[in-house]
């Protein structure tokens, strides 16, 4: 193993079955399901699996879901506002926490 | 950008690259097509009488299969254009597709039309929309296509500028734009007008086409909201490794990737609805051709008795075996791509 990822090993994502093929089964049809038209479209799903992809720092994940955007008629400003979404939910759960420091800063302070 | 062919570039010989798509070392389509029993692939029957009118073209389309532009010279004479009426005449199709480069161009188009129409067939003009606002003497091809009643048929890769003008060339969306206003005021669109304008989308990259459907839906709501322009159809199509997208393809690194997902998506209900099964493509110089992709590549129809408008044979035609090569998967990969479109 030279690197820790490897773009070759999402071709071998399913091959996770190797291990526990029952876990991957329903693991897979799992994911099958969630990704199907429904209440949401197809190309809404990807657009949110793109930005989850993001926010979870995902490699196999971005470069999956950049391509499944695409062919799902997605373009340039489509994808990066998506990102821009995970940055912004990403962002502000950080500083959100900063109440928890100034209730705690407050609390020491006279 | 001047064209592969005046570039003398590498890739430019057909030979060359049919070599290229030969040496790939996934699976050859042909043995793909047997495993289903579609070996030999045979003609369904003759509909569509595809005439590509020359490469003559005023745009230079990264992706261009045809490797048209304004430096290819190569266009159809009148006398080739009577050969063709003559051998359509002898058949029963039912629709007559012209294309090119962009087929206006040729200076018999309009004659060509003409003859055409008095046939009582179906016409499509594959229309490149720059050309009716190029020169003001292309300024009333809407009118003379709603005269004959010419279903038009036009890329747009994206109702953006920036992902069209990539594809198509500097400035090709707003000229595009405007030509679809032209359209629209003559009728073409227009609901109960009977005047089709459909319009195609390619991928502008080494990607698969969206489904069809929720493209045409999204190019509706954006076209109608920002320009107010409306059509009847969207064709979702898939660029094909011939020519410029080949090349493409090459240079950016994206060569075996993007045949391994053609290969992949591989879809037998989409093979066995190619195109080629009830189409023949015709090229400038009256050869005849399984589809324009072969005709580019340059893979005469298979049978030595029918191969050119002089010795047209419709019966020969229809039972011949047509040749297919790696390029083929484009066809066959995920919900099929034909020149109207998804198949699937």
Known sequence: MKTYYNPEDLKKFGNIGEFEPNLAKKFFDYYGEVFKEGALTAREKSLIALAVAHAVQCPYCIDAYTVDTMEKGCDEQQVMEAVHVAAAIKGGALLVHSVQMMNKFKELSM | ?344
Request: proline share 5%; with cysteine; net charge neutral.
């Open chain 2, 1 to 344: 950008m001047k064209s592969l062919k005046v570039q003398q570039h590498p890739l430019s010989p057909a030979q060359r690259q049919i070599e290229t798509l030969e040496q790939s070392a996934f699976t050859p389509f042909a043995e793909k097509l047997d495993l289903i029993g579609l070996l030999p692939l045979k003609p369904t029957h003759l509909d569509i009488f595809q005439i590509n009118m020359g490469k003559m073209c005023n745009q230079v389309c990264k992706h261009c299969h045809v490797d048209a532009g304004p430096d290819r010279k190569e266009i159809m004479t009148r006398d080739m254009m009577e050969l063709c009426l003559i051998a359509i005449r002898k058949t029963s199709v039912t629709t007559i597709d012209l294309t090119g480069g962009a087929p206006e161009m040729n200076p018999d188009f309009r004659w060509f039309v003409e003859e055409l129409s008095a046939l009582g067939k179906k016409i499509i003009v594959r229309c490149n929309l720059t050309i009716i606002v190029a020169n003001p003497k292309y300024n009333d091809l809407p009118d003379f296509f709603k005269k004959h009643q010419i279903e038009v048929v036009s890329s747009l890769p994206y109702f953006t500028a920036i992902k069209t003008d990539s594809q198509r060339g500097e400035g090709v969306f707003e000229k595009s734009i405007k030509a679809l206003k032209m359209l629209n005021e003559v009728g073409y669109g227009i609901e109960g007008s009977n005047l089709i304008i459909n319009l195609v989308y390619n991928p502008a990259g080494a990607f698969l086409p969206a489904a069809q459907h929720a493209l045409e839906l999204e190019f509706k709501l954006k076209l109608w909201k920002q320009y107010g322009i409306v059509f009847n159809s969207l064709f979702a199509i898939t660029n094909i490794p011939v020519n410029r997208f080949l090349n493409y393809l090459i240079t950016s690194n994206n060569y075996e990737g993007y045949m391994e997902k053609l290969v992949n998506a591989f879809n037998p209900g989409a093979a066995a609805g190619v195109m080629c099964r009830n189409t023949i493509s015709v090229s400038w110089d009256g050869y005849l051709y399984d589809c324009d992709f072969n005709q580019m590549l340059e893979l005469n129809v298979s049978t030595p008795l029918s191969r050119h408008l002089s010795d047209f044979n419709t019966e020969i035609l229809e039972n011949r075996n047509i040749v297919v090569n790696e390029h083929c998967y484009g066809c066959t990969a995920g919900a099929g791509s034909s020149c109207g479109g998804t198949t699937v």
